[in-house]
């Protein structure tokens, strides 16, 4: 993508005064310089194909109000917005306006559609006489098509107490073509003390106000804004989306006390918030107490990334989840994403779509044993269920299968074996875990890679915050692991601690 300029962005604040108006539409409530400021949330844009892709935003005019609702009136307000190829909006290439409703909590899900391929536009809104914030978005390559090499950008893990959100700044500034969230873009606990940041309520969230308010405070945040609009999101949730550590309709304890009814409301009300505030597209809507999210999303020829939701269809973790030797963690009944994704997941790729198939989801992939056994909350949890995909991947003669996962707060780099008991086993794939934005604070700066006796088959570790940078093109993938040195306070610089390349047809991970 081409560089953007800190005029249009909110990397340095809001669209250029002299850029073309908007025309001029009624609104349910009226339009005028008196209003607040409804764009406090900023843009974002998601999902894109090779002719269209989703534009969001949500209003609010005072975020942190307890109801929800972020400071709008009971009232529907129509909203206006424009797609343009630069970004002073002379040229239109698709417009409209559209109405963000009361019950939706004011957000918007715009598919802006007619796009040419494998190209970038700006794109912006206008409501109560006010202008968005600009962003920049970008389309897919056409089927049958490589287009430009793409960097992408992935992370997961923004704990909005446990530090600032640096991480989201320094990703912008890489200008990636497409960003990857894997899960915990919020986090559900109540406020806590000596932290950097506090969480809005002092209580675990638990009601659709709830959510949309801590959903208002996180995107309140400028870094996090900077991301959205530097580029389109393709997201996944995973466990704190909701609560911790659930396993589909299964919860983790008992913490705070709920009723089946409540625990039910619950999950109804957190995917209804996830909905509106991810520029995902109807397709994606929630329905009640579940949220349709596994997906999958085209590159032209060079990639398909396999969005897989490793938390509603799993099965409870095995003896009692934590860190133990399991037994019943082998058991062929046991599933992570549910026998219906996991068939999903494999006819897909067996489409073999692109020379890159990319799977991204949310819990570490790769066997990893020590001296307390394994994570039952991870894939060491469900080892039937990796071993049918992994199987199924060779059968299918997958080229070049990559793994992205998140939630373990670290970055690791792995390669994906044939056999886990056998060190001399075939290598079938790789994975490439990213550290969080903020979750776990500073960290301590760790390299050395525990337990590798064991797990020969870990390449690197890294305990800082971060995120993972890759560079696709039909040779290779890059993957550069980016680390901050502090959240703890704002605005550390990003340094490169390794660099990885899989080459086409290669599989496992080469030190650059």
């Known amino acids: ?92 290439v698709a417009s409209g306006s559209v109405t963000a409703t009361y019950a939706a909590a004011h957000s918007v899900h715009v598919i802006a559609s007619g796009l040419n391929a494998d190209s970038d536009y700006y794109y912006r809104f206008r409501a109560q006489g006010h202008l968005s914030p600009v962003g920049r978005t970008r389309t897919a390559p056409a089927l049958g098509t490589t287009g430009r ?20 700044r320094r ?51 400028p870094d996090l804004q900077a991301a959205h609009a530097v580029a389109p999101w393709i997201v996944v949730p995973d466990d704190h989306e909701v609560e911790n550590n659930h396993a589909g309709n299964i919860r983790a304890d008992s913490t705070p006390a709920l009723t089946a009814a409540q625990w039910t409301a619950r999950r109804t009300a957190a995917y209804q918030a996830y909905y509106e505030n991810m520029p995902l597209r109807p397709a994606q809507a929630s329905n009640g107490a579940s949220i349709p999210l596994f997906r999958r999303l085209t590159w032209g020829n060079l990639a398909t990334f396999h969005m897989l939701d490793t938390r509603q269809y799993r099965s409870d973790q095995a003896c009692g989840d934590g860190w133990k030797v399991c037994s019943d963690a082998d058991l062929a009944t046991r599933s992570l994403p549910g026998n219906a994704q996991e068939s999903w997941l494999l006819d897909g790729l067996g489409q073999h779509s692109g020379t890159w198939d990319i799977i991204g989801q949310q819990v570490f992939f790769a066997r990893r044993f020590n001296a307390s056994g394994a994570s039952m909350d991870s894939w060491d949890g469900y080892r039937a269920s990796r071993a049918r995909i992994q199987q199924g991947w ?4 997958v080229r070049n299968p990559v793994v992205l996962t998140g939630d373990v707060h670290r970055a690791w780099a792995s390669n ?31 390299t050395t890679i525990p337990d590798v006796g064991t797990n020969p088959w870990l390449k690197f570790y890294n305990n800082r915050r971060g995120y993972v940078r890759t560079t696709i093109s039909p040779a290779q993938l890059r993957a550069d692991f980016r680390a901050v040195a502090k959240v703890s306070e704002h605005g550390a610089a990003a340094t490169t601690a390794r660099s990885f390349v899989i080459e086409e047809g290669r599989p496992g991970l080469q030190t650059v």
């Open 416 to 446: 994906l074996m044939a056999d886990y008991n056998n060190a001399n086993s075939a290598v079938i794939g790789s994975e490439l875990v990213t550290s969080s934005v903020s979750s776990s604070g500073d960290g301590d700066g760790a």
């Open 1 to 92: 993508m081409q560089p953007i300029s800190r005029r249009t962005l909110v990397l340095g604040g809001l669209a250029a005064a002299g850029a073309t108006a908007l025309p001029v539409r009624s609104t349910v409530i009226a339009a005028t310089a008196a209003v607040p400021y409804p764009f406090q949330l900023g843009i974002a844009s998601g999902e894109p194909d090779a002719g269209s892709v989703v534009l969001w935003t949500r209003l609010a005019n005072a975020p942190l109000n307890a109801d929800g609702h972020g400071g709008m009136a009971n009232a529907d307000v129509v909203v206006d917005w424009q797609v343009s190829t630069d970004d002073r909006f002379t040229t239109l």
């Open 171 to 221: 990703i912008a500034e890489d200008n990636p073509g497409v960003i990857l969230h894997l899960g915990d873009y919020i986090y559900e606990y109540g406020a806590a003390t000596g932290r950097p940041r506090t969480h809005a309520g002092t209580t675990e969230i638990v009601t659709l106000a709830d959510y949309r308010r801590r959903y208002a405070q996180y995107k309140s945040d």
């Open 394 to 397: 060779v059968d299918r003669a």
């Open 149 to 168: 090499n793409l960097v992408m950008a992935f992370t997961s893990c923004s704990h909005y107490e446990e530090g600032y959100f640096t991480v989201y």
